[in-house]
């Protein structure tokens, strides 16, 4: 069976500082990868999804990176954290034909001081 | 453009009361509609989508496309309904991305 992991759970770090969280997919090839950013009152906010290995596409403007090194590991990054990159960020995959079902990972809570 | 809007941003009911969770869309193209619901302390799911046409766990959601929506409904609420629910739209083919409304919080009181 399928299973997504993104770690860490939990991580606080000071404005300025980097930033990488990491995401692996396991039981499947070639899935379609996806950052989002869940906010309260914001909704899903889609920040980053990949098609295949250094594809990555990128949805808003702003202070955060993504790279996929490998087919089935995900990674979100910053060089400097801003305050306003504080929140709560879901790795999700999905199959290649797509039919809109999403498996997401347990998420990151990151807040920035 | 795609965008989904969840009017509401709460609704409390009690036990055994009729629950309806409204979904606009804004598509030009020919749409796919999904409800996902997070319970606490658990991950995000697909809930249902409007191509199944099923009822799972006594919800379902009717596409209606002259008005636009996608509501979910379930006539007797269950406190184990209790969740964030969130409407979700993409477009029909491979690579779709899927875009979510804000979601509403669904309180099931006893």
């Known amino acids: 069976s399928q299973t997504i992991h993104q770690w860490p759970a939990t991580l606080v770090q000071p404005v300025g500082s980097p930033l990488s969280l990491e995401c692996t997919v396991e039981?499947?090839?070639?899935?379609?990868l996806y950052w989002y950013r869940q906010a309260a009152g914001r909704g899903l906010q889609l920040l980053f999804y990949?098609?295949?290995?250094?594809?990555i596409s990128s949805e808003v403007p702003q202070n955060l990176s993504a790279s996929r090194p490998q087919d089935r590991q995900f990674i979100l990054s910053s060089k400097k954290l801003l305050l306003s990159d504080s929140g709560f960020y879901l790795c999700?995959?999905?199959?290649?034909?797509?039919?809109?079902?999403?498996?997401f990972g347990e998420g990151s809570r990151l807040t920035v001081l | 453009a795609q965008r989904v809007t969840q009017p509401e941003k709460l609704l409390s009911v009690f036990k055994g009361a009729p629950v309806e969770l409204k979904c606009n869309y804004s598509?030009?193209?020919?749409?796919?509609l999904f409800w996902y619901v997070q319970y606490s302390r658990q991950r995000l799911q697909l809930l249902l989508r409007?191509?199944s046409r099923e009822s799972i766990k006594g919800f379902t959601a009717d596409l209606n496309k002259g008005e636009t929506s996608f509501h979910l409904k379930k006539p007797f609420a269950q406190e184990e309904d209790s969740a964030m629910y969130y409407c979700?739209?993409?477009?029909?083919?491979?690579?779709?991305?899927?875009?979510f409304g804000k979601g509403i919080t669904l309180s099931v009181r006893p």
């Open positions: 999700a995959w999905s199959v290649q034909d797509y039919l809109g079902e999403l498996f």
């Open positions: 039981g499947t090839s070639n899935p379609n």
């Open positions: 990949s098609v295949g290995i250094g594809q």
């Open positions: 598509y030009s193209g020919s749409p796919e």
């Open positions: 409007h191509i």
């Open positions: 979700a739209l993409t477009r029909t083919g491979a690579n779709s991305k899927l875009t």
